[in-house]
């Protein structure tokens, strides 16, 4: 990826930092330097897609000790953001790999007259170090790299109850992981069935770190887990968009397109991951299916589902479980609702 760099001449600013997003989730696609001190920075959009442009990831350079910038992030495709709510995009570097909050004093969500009265996300940042590469991203990133460590990890446990297989490829051509866990018991046909999916949007980072929490937690010695593997076989494909995932999407796959408007119709050669699923949607025909997603919008853990005759109240022992089992679960934030405009997604 060729990364546009403007400045108005090279002896203009006493000292330019190195932008970068050649890396694996990588996404910005221009920036430049305004001052010493400020560069606006623009998002390149989703691959054939230009309708998309939120998720950012990228790395910089050649700072100077205790140097202060702004950086302005400034083509924002959505204007709600819960930046507006006390949110704030992440911050790691090599000296130090943990990923850190920005701290939401330094993060200013706003119109701005000098960028055409668009919506910007300004960061004031001081870098510390002259040696180090400092990464910025929307939220704590998660790759495709990643999860393949992480079931590589699994595999190697050699546990009775688990089993990975290849359901498919991805347009280009990147493993559709499907995980498998249940008890090795003679009564499985018997068993009632869970089918788990994730990360069919690149940019909701959110929805890998819950769906491998809840590998991790299937895969422990927990009661509970225990029971569920006694129970129910539980099916789960990790990654529906791993092509978006690398190429540093935010909505679309490889090819510009939404998977998660594809489910009504799904192509075997343009949207292949979706197809593959939903083949095994119909075969499986499971009591429950889960479709992890995160929000840029919306706070706290909520259910977007199936309507119901009767939606679940407080008083419901579904809702006193979710409470008692998910931080922050927000019934109010819930829908149960057959929005047509939401016909071609996983839970319709």
Excluded at 182 to 201: A, G, M, N, Q, W
Excluded at 290 to 309: C, K, L, M, R, V
Aim: with cysteine; aromatic share 12%.
């Amino acid at each position: 990826m060729v990364l546009q760099i403007d400045q108005l001449d090279s002896n203009t600013f006493t000292s330019t930092l190195l932008f970068n997003a050649d890396f694996e989730s990588g996404n910005i696609g221009k920036v430049k330097q305004v001052s010493d001190i400020e560069y606006d920075i623009w998002l390149r959009p989703d691959s054939a897609n230009d309708r998309h442009r939120l998720w950012f990831h990228f790395a910089v350079s050649n700072a100077q000790p205790g140097q202060r910038v702004i950086l302005n992030l400034i083509n924002f495709s959505k204007i709600k953001s819960l930046y507006r709510n006390g949110a704030s995009p992440v911050v790691r570097s090599l000296q130090r790999p943990q990923w850190a909050r920005i701290p939401s004093s330094n993060i200013f969500y706003y119109i701005s007259p000098r960028h055409k009265k668009r919506y910007v996300l300004s960061i004031a940042f001081s870098f510390d170090s002259a040696d180090d590469v400092y990464y910025f991203a929307y939220s704590v990133p998660y790759l495709y790299s990643q999860l393949q460590t992480y079931l590589d990890h699994l595999e190697a446990q050699d546990y009775p109850f688990l089993a990975r297989t290849l359901l498919g490829e991805s347009v280009e051509k990147r493993r559709l992981d499907l995980v498998t866990i249940t008890s090795p018991t003679s009564d499985v046909f018997e068993k009632k069935t869970i089918v788990i999916t994730s990360r069919v949007h690149p940019g909701e980072t959110p929805s890998s770190w819950v769906c491998q929490g809840i590998l991790g937690f299937l895969c422990s010695d927990h009661p509970r887990a225990q029971q569920l593997r006694a129970t129910t076989v539980i099916y789960i494909i990790p990654m529906l968009n791993p092509d978006g995932v690398v190429l540093g999407n935010y909505r679309s796959n490889a090819l510009g397109f939404d998977l998660n408007r594809q489910w009504r119709d799904p192509s075997p050669t343009t949207h292949p991951t979706i197809h593959l699923t939903k083949l095994l949607l119909s075969r499986l025909n499971p009591h429950l299916y889960i479709d992890i997603h995160a929000h840029s919008t919306q706070p706290n853990t909520f259910i977007y589902g199936n309507p119901t005759e009767s939606p679940p109240t407080v008083d419901d022992d579904f809702v006193r479980v979710m409470k008692g089992a998910v931080r922050g679960f927000d019934l109010e934030g819930c829908r149960w609702d057959r929005d047509e405009g939401k016909r071609g997604t996983g839970r319709r």
